[in-house]
C-alpha cells in the first residue's frame, strides 16, 4: 500500500509506528463496535491538511481574523451540502464532537438546574443525557426514561407521565445502544402537550435518517444534533441543526460561549462526507448495512443468544449475554472475541444487574463491516465466530482458529484507503 507518510517516518519513526500498527490492526480486525466506521481517504486528506492551522472565530464572513476567504468557502460549503442532505433550516457546523453538538443546544435553551429529560444510559441512553459523571448530570435536573422490562422497547407511555409530573424544559429523543426505530413524532407530541423543547440526538442513526431508513426527526424537532463519524462515516466531529428561530442562539452558544476557533480542516472534511452521503452510492450501503444487521441477528438467533427487543431496525444490535450463558459476562466476551479477531464492545443491557466495567450484554454494530464490503451472506460466519468463542469460554486453541480465518475474511475485503 502507498505511504504518505514518509516525512513522519523519518522526522519521527516512535509515532509513525504507532500509527502504522493502528492501520495494520484495523485492517486485519473486524470492526464491529457500532460507533465506528472506516471514513473515506478523501476525508482523511482534509483533515491531514494545512487547513488545520487556520484560526478562523466566528462564522463565514464575520470572522475575528484575517485571511479566511479560503476556510469561508469550506465552511458555507459545509453548511449548504448539510442543509441539502438533512433539509434542515439552520446548522452549525463547529461543534468539535456530538458532545459539544449537544452541548451548545443546552446552553441555549436551559439554565443551570431546570429540567431534562432524556434516556437514561443504562438503557440505551448517552453520557450527555444527564449523566452524573457528566456536566448534563451536573448543571441541570435530570429525570430519566427507559424501556419496558418486557420488550425493551421505549416506554412512550412513562415519557409522558414523567413529562407532565416534572415538567421538563428539554426532552431529548435519541440512543446509544437502541436497536429500534424512535418514534419522533410521538416524543414532539409530548413535547408540545407540556410546553417542552424537543432535541433528537441523531448521533447513531444519522446515516440512516439522511437516506430516509429511519423516521425523520428534522421536521417535528427543535433541535438535531449528531456526530459525523457512526453511521454518517464522515469525520470524528459533530454539528447543530435547529429550527430558523434558535439559529442565533446555537450560533453564539458554540462560540463564543462555549468554543474558541473552529477545526477548519475538520469542517472540510464534513463538506465531504455530506457530498459523499449525499450520492445514491450512499443509500445502498446504507440499506446494506441495516440488511447485514438484520442477517446478524437472525444468525445469532440461531445459535441461541438473545437480543434485546428480539431483533434490530436499525444497524445494531444488543446481545443479551445470560440466557445463552449465565456466567459468561460482557467484558469475557469483549475479550475473548477480540483475541479472535472481532472488535466488540461490552454493554450494560436494560435492567442489567452487573457493573458498567462488567456487564450481561455486548453492543455490535455492521456499519465498519459494511464499509470493507461484507454482506449478509458472511453474517452468518460472524455468528458461527461468536459461538465458537464464548462456548469454548476463550480456549487458546478455539481463539487462534477463528483469529485465522477472521484474518482470512479481512485480507479479502481490504478497508478503502
Ligand atoms: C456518540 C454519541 C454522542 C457523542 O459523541 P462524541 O463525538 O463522542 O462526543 C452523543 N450522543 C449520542 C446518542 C451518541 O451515541
Known sequence: MADNLQTLAQQDPEVYKIIKNEENRQQLMLEMIASENH??????????????????????????????????????????????????????????????????????????????LAMDLSHGGHLTHGSKVNFSGKLYNIVSYGVKEDTKMIDYDQVAELAKQHNPKLIIAGASAYPRKIDFEKFAQIAKDNDAKLLADIAHIAGLVCTQLHPDPIPVCDFVTTTTHKTLRGPRSGITMCKEEYAKSINSCVFPRMQGGPLCHVIAAKAIAFAEALKPDFKSYSEQVIKNSKSLADALLSKGFDLCSGGTDNHLNLVDLRPYDANVTGADAENWLHDAGIVVNKNLIPFDTRKATETSGIRIGTPALTTRGLTEEHMPLIANWFDTALSSKGDSTAIENIRKETEELCKSFPVPH
Open 39 to 116: 471514513t473515506s481517504p478523501a476525508v482523511m486528506e482534509a483533515q491531514g491538511s494545512c487547513l488545520t492551522n487556520k484560526y478562523a472565530e466566528g462564522l463565514p464572513r464575520k470572522r475575528y481574523y484575517g485571511g479566511c476567504d479560503h476556510v469561508d468557502e469550506a465552511e458555507e460549503l459545509a453548511i449548504d451540502r448539510c442543509k441539502a442532505l438533512f433539509g434542515c433550516e439552520h446548522v452549525n457546523v463547529q461543534p468539535h464532537s456530538g458532545s459539544q453538538a449537544n452541548m451548545a443546544v443546552y446552553f441555549s435553551c436551559l439554565q443551570p438546574g431546570d429540567t431534562i
